[in-house]
């Protein structure tokens, strides 16, 4: 697969038959990211960690690794500390910060502020989590690529948040710089916002309207400014001393 262009349609992704609720790449990605700025061994808090893919992907790499998720049931890694928790439930996310402030070396909110009420109070929530200089990565759908920029142009609406995507959970619409905004705003430094997932500039399933969105959007890709590439948005960034 080019980085320069997609041809044919994204499949289901497994990691160790464990389903990975995240786009193309996605995973591996946030895994290179740790491994380049975390030591084996670091404590890693996995912050709405689903089924378990991200999580047991660190841990198999040799990280000590805590989920935390709404459905216990839905949870399948292994080697994995898991804690039930509803994100939106202020009082058991609080009562777990309590248990657990400042206890980990980098904390991850992976395709989850997308799903919450709130996602200033997230962003805090995982500040709390984190140790003073540790590694906070969180990511979000990039409403501001090229196909989501051409699919509001004709919709209103952004890209992943449409009203099938609103069944499962897509509520908080942020852009790059949005997100900026919140760290900034919670004291975090070195902040780096950058593309990821898989969304090259050519991205073709067929012969369909999805094809003249590809068109169209190269004709006007020269105009258009900020993160226009990227399913995803990766943020990472360092919480203060």
Not at 199 to 222: E, H, Q, S, V, W
Request: contains cysteine.
């Amino acid at each position: 697969m080019s980085s320069k262009i997609f041809i044919g349609k994204k499949k289901l992704q497994y990691y160790n038959n464990l389903l990975i609720k995240a786009d193309l790449n996605l995973h591996q990605q946030i895994a290179n990211e740790i491994q380049k700025n975390l030591p084996r061994g670091s404590k890693i808090l996995d912050f709405g960690c689903g089924e378990g893919a991200l999580s047991q992907r660190l841990a198999d790499l040799g990280y000590e690794v805590v989920g935390v998720d709404i459905n216990s049931k839905d949870f399948k890694a292994n080697n994995v500390k898991f804690i039930q928790i509803d994100l939106n439930n202020a009082a058991q996310v609080n009562n777990f910060l309590n248990k657990y402030y400042e206890q980990f070396d980098c904390v991850l909110g992976v395709e989850t502020i997308e799903h919450l009420y709130d996602p200033w109070s997230y962003i805090d929530n995982l500040a709390k989590a984190l140790k003073k200089s540790g590694l906070l990565i969180v990511t979000i759908p990039n409403i501001t690529s090229w196909l989501s920029r051409i699919i509001f142009l004709f919709t209103g609406r952004f890209h992943q948040f449409s009203d099938d995507d609103v069944k499962y959970g897509h509520i908080a619409p942020l852009t790059a710089w949005e997100l900026e905004l919140i760290l900034r705003s919670k004291n975090f430094t070195n902040i780096t916002i950058k593309p990821a997932g898989t969304l090259p500039p050519i991205y073709i399933t067929g012969i369909n309207k999805l094809l003249f969105f590809n068109i169209l959007a190269l004709l006007l890709r020269p105009f258009m400014k900020g993160i226009k590439d990227g399913w995803c948005i990766l943020s990472l960034a360092r919480k203060a001393l």
